[in-house]
């Protein structure tokens, strides 16, 4: 009796971790769709954007933009997060920085002064 119940224990949690590894790998093999997106005032200003890929950081960096400012990219990986910085000039101004994973509602940080700078991550 005593093995019965073993057995049966063993055989829900060996049933638990594979529907666990296979919601694991479904996941890593979604894509997402993540729009970069920057508007305000501002010119003249440096944006710096990072997403993993495929388990890989990827950064690109743009300078001596004026706003507005649209990135749209499609990643897939268990990891899918980043961040998105615009920094100001020095002629300062206003600017918003926006990530948007999906459909899902917007990520969004301002900044406002010269060299100051919007930070949108967390995604």
């Known amino acids: 009796m005593l093995l019965v119940?073993?057995?049966l224990l063993l055989g829900g949690?060996?049933?638990?971790f594979v529907v666990f590894v296979g919601e694991v790998s479904e996941e890593a093999a979604r894509p997402a769709r993540i729009t970069?997106?920057?508007?305000g005032s501002a010119s003249g200003v440096a944006i710096t954007y990072s997403t993993w890929r495929d388990g890989n950081l990827s950064t690109s960096q743009?300078?001596?933009?004026?706003l507005p400012w649209t990135e749209e990219i499609t990643t897939k990986g268990?990891?899918?997060?980043?961040?998105?910085v615009v920094t100001l000039g020095p002629d300062g101004g206003t600017a918003t920085c926006s990530v948007t994973v999906d459909?899902?509602?917007?990520?969004?940080?301002?900044a406002t002064g010269p060299f100051a700078s919007a930070v949108c991550n967390g995604f």
């Open 103 to 110: 459909d899902s509602a917007p990520i969004t940080a301002t």
């Open 62 to 66: 743009v300078g001596d933009r004026t």
């Open 78 to 84: 268990f990891v899918k997060g980043g961040s998105l």
């Open 5 to 7: 119940l073993l057995l």
């Open 13 to 16: 949690c060996a049933a638990l």
């Open 36 to 39: 970069y997106a920057a508007t």
